[in-house]
């Protein structure tokens, strides 16, 4: 077990100073919440401008879409470009669309199955970039209490040895080496609280956008539907 020396009666109880004090058991585990702290508060920022982006452009492609466009106009317009959200379902499905009648499909119903399971596919990978880096925030919101009280557990108790060893109980000399060791409790709290937070947030966003998504998905189904079957009484007229 590593030594700790207590503090001299009357220390400083700064938090710095505390750090400085604390065994390097206790400082590792510090250190790796803090690290996992900064990289929670950096999933937070991006994923929230990266979902008012996704908000955005769902607003503005819904806006475009039932403007009164004809569907082969706006494919082609977002056909070669980047597409995110709801135009990646729209390309996916007018994709397979194109390419299935260009090969002279003859069943209707494999034809809507294949563009449905296109349009599944699009919205999986578009769920994947939404909720990418979420599991770890859930990680760090459920571990790092835990990982604090680890590094708290450690730290009293090379301080208890410390204190047999000087034989003294004064609270001036025993405070300091116990506020080190519950300084890492704090801050595995201060990853964890916002972490969870974050998590249940981004979530609840992630499913309204997906929500949206999968929305837009079945009402386009449903007028693609409309057309294959317009197509196919054509055909047999």
């Known amino acids: 077990m590593e030594s700790v020396t207590l503090a001299a009666p009357g220390g400083e109880l700064s938090i710095w100073a505390l750090f400085w004090q604390a065994g390097w058991v206790v400082k590792l585990v510090m250190i790796g919440l803090l690290v996992a702290s900064v990289w929670t508060w950096?999933?937070?920022?991006?994923?929230?401008?990266a979902y008012a982006r996704m908000r955005t452009a769902l607003n503005r492609f819904e806006k475009t879409f039932w403007s009164g466009q004809?569907?082969?106009?706006l494919y082609r317009a977002l056909s070669d470009r980047k597409t995110t959200g709801m135009g990646?379902?729209?390309v996916a499905a007018m994709r397979e669309w194109k390419k299935s009648f260009e090969k002279g499909a003859r069943s209707p119903i494999g034809l809507q199955t294949r563009i449905d399971k296109a349009m599944d596919l699009a919205l999986t990978r578009e769920m994947e970039r939404l909720e990418s880096r979420l599991g770890f925030l859930a990680s760090i919101?459920?571990?790092a209490p835990f990982i604090g009280l680890f590094g708290t557990v450690v730290g009293i108790m090379t301080s208890f040895q410390a204190i047999a060893g000087s034989k003294s109980t004064n609270l001036a000399v025993v405070a300091p080496g116990i506020a080190e060791a519950l300084l890492a409790t704090a801050i595995g709290l201060l990853a964890a609280i916002p972490a969870v937070i974050a998590y249940n947030k981004l979530s609840s966003d992630a499913g309204k956008l997906a929500g949206r998504m999968e929305g837009f998905a079945d009402?386009?189904?449903?007028?693609l539907s409309r057309q294959i079957d317009e197509k196919v009484a054509a055909k047999a007229a």
């Open 42 to 49: 950096a999933i937070i920022v991006d994923k929230l401008i």
């Open 219 to 223: 009402e386009f189904s449903t007028i």
């Open 141 to 143: 919101g459920s571990a």
């Open 70 to 73: 004809s569907l082969e106009e």
């Open 88 to 90: 990646s379902i729209f």
